[in-house]
């Protein structure tokens, strides 16, 4: 009986062993990811600063970073896949639904811009200014050391960036659509050997109107996050 025992024992310190190995492990890449991508919305903020200082306008701004913005959002990616393993608790749907839609903004609606150029500026700023506060706060969280200020700015800035981040966003679709209707960019035609047809102006005009149902689920889910954070207030999360 007392060597059953002993061997439960033992079976359980390894398993314990293992899951703080994997821990261990799982929080330094977490540590190493939040502050590779801190520095490098850093990097995108001073090339945005610079550029205007030399050049004293916001034209062509877009295009002088275009490459290191790709660069990052789309490394993003990686935070479904954290989410998805479970090293990072939170919803793979509403990671996936913010990080596809960024994705989605720098690759197949900026490249259609030939005007209006200061809604793309909009929402560069916008996320600039969101991810580095996003990515330093999750840094020294991980580094148990996180200043007050950063997890104010963490859970007060989107009040006011996430909104005007939309509008950046929607004004620029919006902006795309003559081009794109012009162009046929994307669009798939009949007759084809595919037999499918593919419309990419009316595509984006459904994005445009996902953004109803959407905004307000993501605006109100951060709410609820900043209550539960700053006021200790207890909320109660429907199952995603």
């Not at 590779?36 to 600063?49: E, K, P, Q, S, Y």
Request: proline share 2%.
């Amino acid at each position: 009986m007392a060597s059953g025992e002993e061997d439960g024992t033992v079976e359980e310190k390894e398993t314990n062993n293992k899951k703080r190995t994997k821990g261990a492990i799982a929080t330094a890449w977490l540590t190493f990811y939040n502050i590779a991508m801190t520095a490098g919305w850093l990097v995108l903020a001073v090339a945005m600063v610079r550029y205007y200082l030399q050049k004293g306008t916001h034209k062509g701004l877009y295009r002088n970073i275009a490459r290191t913005l790709k660069f990052f959002q789309t490394f993003a990616l990686l935070e479904v896949g954290h989410c998805a393993i479970g090293i990072v608790r939170t919803s793979v749907i509403v990671t996936g639904v913010q990080v596809c839609s960024r994705i989605f903004m720098v690759w197949f609606v900026t490249n259609s811009i030939r005007q209006n150029e200061e809604s793309v500026i909009l929402f560069v700023v916008v996320w600039t200014i969101t991810e580095i506060t996003r990515y330093s706060f999750y840094t020294f969280n991980l580094l148990n050391h996180l200043p007050y200020f950063i997890k104010w700015a963490r859970y007060n800035m989107f009040i006011v960036m996430y909104p005007l981040g939309v509008i950046g966003e929607l004004l620029t679709i919006h902006a795309s659509l003559p081009y794109v209707r012009r162009s046929g960019m994307y669009s798939l035609r009949l007759p084809n050997k595919y037999n499918v047809s593919f419309d990419y102006y009316y595509f984006l005009i459904i994005v445009m109107l996902s953004y109803i149902p959407l905004f307000p689920q993501l605006y109100f889910h951060m709410l609820r996050q900043r209550r539960r954070v700053l006021h200790g207030e207890i909320v109660v999360e429907k199952d995603e």
